[in-house]
């Protein structure tokens, strides 16, 4: 056997849970909660203890002995601005993400869960490229108003792993390409990878229109928009986080169901789709002049790049600048587990979270 290694994922109706002997899994779980089991909890954190006994009770159905297990990683919170990489679960982070969070969201719940669990067994417990890595270069931050600054907030745990499995795949290390990853998913965010860092970011805010985000939006619109009497910050965030993109033109996030009425011939759907994948390949160009164009490859990965359709309409757009690579799928388990993995062999090292006392 190998390093046994139980994986959590926290999510706002699920706990995803795997665990894995070195790169193989054994079991990969989402428990799934029923939306009046967590009305009874007013607060996020009085979930963990309801949380912590599906776990155990997932882990006895695989019949997977708890001292089996060498190592623990989650899902990394909303902790301030981070590294990429890991970092062990200490008192400061679960302090941090108990009672100082950069917001609330069920994801915080990973490193306390995974601590809980490690110091029963006597393990050490890590996060793994947490929401909230942010390694833009100083010229990267600067906007148009000094009150605001660009952050490298993303999906960074996928676009992070994409990249090093391409790496692997080419057989050259990670710290010597230059990459673009595009995650495609509910949101859409790209990242440019160079010298091991992602040094600029374009988030799910500023950029492509997706399945549920409305993207980036001409800025003197959104303006009349939020200031009108029908709008306040709560409405106009879930329109523009849950009912824009695809959804606001459609009604449905199923990018399955867009591709079929295409091909029944809806041309409203067919503008819409590739106007998307327009979005993408310009936001793309955007990335590749920071490093003059000089890419080793773009990658595709996340949900939807398992659409040859989309993919196959961005590529011709873009190839011209570098070679492009499929990688489909979210991959956040197995992105976490070889991850820690990486850290426990000694290929990587990991951080130390010092809690923000501000």
């Given at each position: 056997m190998g390093t046994r290694i139980l994986v959590i994922n926290p999510g706002s109706i699920s706990t995803k849970i795997?665990?894995?002997?070195?790169?193989?899994?054994?079991?990969?779980?989402?428990?799934?909660?029923?939306?009046?089991?967590?009305?009874?909890?007013?607060?996020?954190?009085e979930q963990l203890p309801m949380r912590?006994?599906?776990?155990?009770?997932?882990?006895?159905?695989?019949?997977?002995?708890?001292?089996?297990?060498?190592?623990?990683?989650?899902?990394?919170?909303?902790?301030p601005p981070v590294k990429s990489g890991a970092y062990k679960v200490n008192e400061d982070m679960v302090y941090q993400l108990k009672y100082q969070p950069q917001n609330e969201h069920?994801?915080?719940?990973?490193?306390?869960?995974?601590?809980?669990i490690s110091q029963d067994l006597g393990i050490d417990a890590y996060v793994y490229?947490?929401?909230?890595?942010?390694?833009?270069?100083?010229?990267?931050?600067?906007t148009g108003l000094p009150e605001m600054e660009r952050k490298g907030m993303g999906h960074n745990l996928n676009m992070r792993a994409s990249a090093i499995k391409y790496a692997e795949r080419v057989g050259k290390p990670y710290k010597e390409l230059s990459l673009i990853v595009v995650h495609l998913g509910g949101g859409i965010t790209l990242s440019l990878h160079?010298?091991?860092?992602?040094?600029?970011?374009?988030?799910?805010?500023?950029?492509?229109?997706?399945?549920?985000?409305?993207?980036?939006?001409?800025?003197?619109?959104?303006?009349?928009?939020?200031?009108?009497?029908e709008y306040d910050y709560k409405k106009m965030m879930k329109k523009v986080r849950r009912y824009g993109g695809l959804n606001a033109y459609f009604g449905t996030t199923d990018a399955k169901e867009i591709e079929s009425r295409i091909v029944n011939g809806d041309d409203k759907a067919a503008l819409i789709y590739e106007a998307?994948?327009?979005?993408?390949a310009k936001n793309i160009g955007k990335l590749a002049v920071v490093v003059s164009g000089k890419l080793d490859a773009i990658i595709l990965t996340?949900?939807?790049?398992?659409?040859?359709?989309?993919?196959g309409w961005i590529k011709e757009r873009v190839e011209f600048i570098a070679p492009v690579v499929m990688l489909p799928g979210e991959n956040e388990m197995e992105a976490l587990a070889l991850g820690v993995l990486r850290v426990v062999k000694g290929v990587e090292l990991s951080h130390v979270f010092v809690r923000d006392n501000v």
């Amino acid at each position: 056997m190998g390093t046994r290694i139980l994986v959590i994922n926290p999510g706002s109706i699920s706990t995803k849970i795997a665990v894995y002997d070195d790169t193989e899994p054994l079991f990969v779980e989402s428990i799934e909660y029923k939306k009046e089991e967590l009305s009874k909890y007013a607060e996020i954190l009085e979930q963990l203890p309801m949380r912590i006994n599906t776990i155990f009770s997932a882990l006895v159905t695989h019949d997977i002995d708890l001292k089996s297990i060498n190592v623990i990683v989650a899902r990394g919170g909303l902790l301030p601005p981070v590294k990429s990489g890991a970092y062990k679960v200490n008192e400061d982070m679960v302090y941090q993400l108990k009672y100082q969070p950069q917001n609330e969201h069920a994801s915080n719940l990973g490193a306390i869960i995974a601590d809980s669990i490690s110091q029963d067994l006597g393990i050490d417990a890590y996060v793994y490229d947490p929401v909230t890595v942010d390694e833009l270069e100083p010229i990267a931050r600067i906007t148009g108003l000094p009150e605001m600054e660009r952050k490298g907030m993303g999906h960074n745990l996928n676009m992070r792993a994409s990249a090093i499995k391409y790496a692997e795949r080419v057989g050259k290390p990670y710290k010597e390409l230059s990459l673009i990853v595009v995650h495609l998913g509910g949101g859409i965010t790209l990242s440019l990878h160079k010298c091991g860092r992602m040094i600029d970011m374009i988030s799910d805010d500023e950029g492509p229109f997706s399945p549920e985000r409305a993207g980036g939006l001409p800025v003197f619109q959104v303006i009349k928009m939020a200031t009108s009497p029908e709008y306040d910050y709560k409405k106009m965030m879930k329109k523009v986080r849950r009912y824009g993109g695809l959804n606001a033109y459609f009604g449905t996030t199923d990018a399955k169901e867009i591709e079929s009425r295409i091909v029944n011939g809806d041309d409203k759907a067919a503008l819409i789709y590739e106007a998307l994948a327009h979005n993408v390949a310009k936001n793309i160009g955007k990335l590749a002049v920071v490093v003059s164009g000089k890419l080793d490859a773009i990658i595709l990965t996340g949900g939807i790049a398992y659409s040859s359709m989309l993919t196959g309409w961005i590529k011709e757009r873009v190839e011209f600048i570098a070679p492009v690579v499929m990688l489909p799928g979210e991959n956040e388990m197995e992105a976490l587990a070889l991850g820690v993995l990486r850290v426990v062999k000694g290929v990587e090292l990991s951080h130390v979270f010092v809690r923000d006392n501000v």
